[in-house]
């Protein structure tokens, strides 16, 4: 009796993984909070506070979980574990919520507030699904779709033009089998709205 041989894995779509690791939350954080920074009255000040914004947003988050990964906490860094993503929300909404609390100590812009307020609240909403359901709600895709919310309203109507992005980058996630279609448009929805209604509410 002969036995047969083991079929192997599907390849990765490499495009896709390449969207998936440029277009990352933290690098589209860095990317939006310079954005944002640069569409300020005082472009240099506003790059300054951006910066502020990037180390509770992005550089602390990512610190932590590079120790995990490091520790055995997760596997990868898009932390594909629903169960384990339970554990990151929280910390990364403390480091911001402490990023806020300093650029309210230091008077920062309404602006910049107003952006690590948006990136807080998107948190929370997608803690909700996460935790209480164990549904793993695209963060990617929510972190894009808020991000282009704020810069379209700091800059213009025009750059809604961009949104086919977050698509393309829905469409990298689902691809490599790390979200469903629901899980990807729930994120950009929730991002997009959340961060959008955030933001015009602290600046207007």
Same mark, same amino acid.
């Given at each position: 009796?002969?036995?047969?041989?083991?079929?192997?894995?599907?390849?990765?779509?490499?495009?896709?993984?390449?969207?998936?690791?440029?277009?990352?939350?933290?690098?589209? %954080? &860095? !990317?939006? @909070?310079?954005?944002?920074?640069?569409?300020?009255?005082?472009?240099?000040?506003?790059?300054?506070?951006?910066?502020?914004? &990037?180390?509770?947003?992005?550089?602390? $988050?990512?610190?932590?979980?590079?120790?995990?990964?490091?520790?055995?906490?997760?596997?990868?860094?898009?932390?594909?574990?629903?169960?384990?993503?339970?554990?990151? %929300? $929280?910390?990364?909404?403390?480091?911001?919520?402490? !990023?806020?609390?300093?650029?309210?100590?230091?008077?920062?812009?309404?602006?910049?507030?107003?952006?690590?307020?948006?990136?807080?609240?998107?948190?929370?909403?997608?803690?909700?699904? #996460?935790?209480?359901?164990?549904?793993?709600? @695209?963060?990617?895709?929510?972190?894009?779709?808020?991000?282009?919310?704020?810069?379209?309203?700091?800059?213009?109507?025009?750059?809604? +033009?961009?949104?086919?992005?977050?698509?393309?980058?829905?469409? @990298?996630? %689902?691809?490599?089998?790390?979200?469903? +279609? /629901?899980? #990807?448009?729930? !994120?950009?929805?929730?991002?997009?709205?959340?961060?959008?209604?955030?933001?015009?509410?602290?600046? /207007?």
């Amino acid at each position: 009796m002969t036995t047969a041989a083991p079929v192997p894995a599907p390849a990765e779509n490499r495009t896709a993984r390449l969207i998936t690791d440029r277009a990352e939350p933290r690098n589209v %954080i &860095v !990317g939006v @909070s310079l954005g944002i920074g640069l569409a300020q009255d005082n472009p240099a000040t506003g790059l300054a506070w951006a910066l502020v914004a &990037v180390v509770f947003a992005a550089v602390i $988050p990512m610190a932590y979980i590079k120790h995990g990964m490091r520790t055995g906490l997760w596997a990868d860094r898009h932390i594909g574990q629903v169960q384990r993503r339970k554990l990151l %929300i $929280p910390v990364i909404m403390a480091s911001v919520a402490t !990023g806020i609390g300093s650029m309210l100590a230091f008077g920062a812009p309404r602006a910049m507030l107003a952006l690590v307020a948006a990136m807080l609240a998107t948190l929370a909403v997608l803690l909700v699904p #996460t935790a209480i359901w164990k549904w793993k709600i @695209s963060v990617h895709t929510a972190v894009a779709g808020g991000a282009l919310a704020m810069l379209a309203l700091a800059w213009g109507p025009l750059l809604w +033009l961009a949104y086919p992005l977050v698509a393309v980058l829905a469409w @990298s996630r %689902i691809s490599l089998g790390d979200h469903t +279609l /629901a899980q #990807t448009i729930a !994120g950009a929805a929730a991002g997009t709205v959340t961060a959008g209604l955030v933001f015009a509410a602290l600046t /207007a």
